[in-house]
């Protein structure tokens, strides 16, 4: 299908079926980013013969901007998904539930990059630089295989700093041939030994939005080789120099300050502990590709109350049943005022009348920061959060402003009273 015509220049196009080729016309409509960013990718079929193939932005002035093009796509895409992530994350959430209800221990940690993430780096792609995305939802994450992987490989650093030797064999340590398993690779080179299943189970890191009005966010990030010649595979004589003209290669990147939850099943309380330390470590070492270059630094941060909320209430909705709650109900929350009016906000309808008025009586009364998160939760389930273009968005905009200065205040208050 030709997207493209430079004045008989330049022609652009993706290569798909026949089947798909009503999909392909209105690139985004349908289907999810990963498999756009991964199958369906705008290629330069004519034109200068040393750009035949390659990927470009079907906006004829952007020729060489494809991954700009599908950044601003992907940003888009992401805003219409997060009750499906919601929901991932509270399928996630429930066995954990079920796990401890079995008497396992388990962890979950909620986290924040503090630098760039980028994970899939040495996935094959025709932008040369990949990025791992949920098929499903096409949203990076962070596969739990990696993980693990690097989880153990902190654990070989602090075994390594125990026993003062630049070169061992981790699995000759039992406890974490027991933790994270073995295969017959890793007794290649020594006598005994045999390969085992680990009894931690990692599960898959997904992000969160940061707050329950946003969504995931990308950002474009660049690498510039300087020695095009020299790092040629065919190059058998050129040496860097920097008469060569630099080529820079751009890809997608998980901006700073996303949320991650971190979850794990562990066989015992024996190694909850170990485990937890080794996800601090992970922290640090950083996680993904480039972390030599600080790319992929984590922080752990407190859950924020609105967002687990959320989780908890689309748990219930999906497997009817109670979300555990760690906190005691207060009285208030059992009978009285605070009881009546989130029996009302459960029971709220997309009836904007409805909402105005139970709104109004909220921002005029003086209630708990639950009775606010919960309102905001329902509001932004309803769709009835953002402001929408139209008569109604002043006062949509007013609203949302009104209850999050109202939820800031609470937070702040409960701040001072817990550092009292």
Not at 376 to 387: F, G
Request: with cysteine; glycine share 6%; aromatic share 10%.
């Amino acid at each position: 299908m030709n997207i493209r015509n430079d004045d008989n220049k330049n022609f652009a196009g993706y290569i798909t079926s026949s089947n798909t080729l009503s999909i392909v016309e209105k690139p985004f409509e349908k289907g999810n980013f990963s498999l756009w960013y991964n199958k369906y990718i705008p290629i330069i079929l004519d034109g200068d013969a040393k750009e035949f193939f390659k990927p470009c932005n079907p906006d004829p002035n952007q020729i060489d901007e494809f991954v700009k093009y599908y950044f601003q796509n992907a940003n888009n895409f992401y805003k219409g998904i997060n009750d499906l992530l919601f929901e991932k994350h509270a399928q996630q959430s429930y066995i954990l539930e079920c796990a401890r209800n079995k008497g396992l221990e388990v962890i979950e940690i909620w986290a924040q990059n503090t630098t760039r993430l980028l994970t899939g780096v040495g996935n094959s792609h025709p932008a040369e630089i990949s990025i791992t995305l949920d098929h499903n939802l096409g949203i990076p994450y962070i596969p739990a295989s990696s993980i693990k992987g690097i989880v153990r490989f902190c654990n070989a650093l602090r075994l390594q700093e125990k026993r003062g030797k630049d070169s061992f064999n981790d699995v000759e340590d039992w406890e974490t041939n027991k933790l994270f398993g073995s295969s017959p690779e890793d007794f290649k080179d020594l006598k005994k030994g045999h390969e085992q299943k680990g009894s931690v189970v990692f599960f898959d890191v997904y992000p969160l939005p940061s707050n329950l009005g946003s969504h995931i966010e990308l950002e474009v990030d660049i690498l510039n080789p300087h020695y095009i010649k020299y790092y040629s595979p065919t190059n058998t004589k050129d040496w860097p120099s920097d008469n060569q003209d630099p080529r820079p290669v751009k890809f997608l990147v998980v901006k700073p300050g996303t949320y991650f939850i971190f979850r794990c099943i562990v066989p015992s309380s024996e190694y909850k502990e170990k485990i937890i330390d080794l996800f601090k470590k992970v922290f640090v070492e950083g996680i993904g590709a480039k972390t030599n270059l600080n790319y992929g630094r984590f922080k752990e941060i407190n859950p924020d109350p609105s967002l687990k909320k959320k989780i908890d209430y689309t748990k219930q909705i999906l497997f009817n049943t109670i979300a555990s709650v760690t906190e005691e109900k207060t009285p208030l929350e059992e009978s009285g005022p605070e009881a009546s009016v989130l029996n009302k906000i459960k029971n709220l309808k997309k009836d904007r009348s409805q909402i105005g008025q139970l709104v109004k009586q909220l921002l005029e009364g003086d209630y708990s920061l639950e009775v606010y998160e919960t309102l905001k939760i329902k509001l932004v389930e309803l769709n009835e959060w953002e402001p929408e273009k139209g008569s109604a968005y002043s006062k949509m905009k007013e609203r949302k402003t009104s209850i999050e200065n109202k939820i800031k205040s609470l937070k702040e208050k409960r701040g001072d009273s817990q550092n009292a």
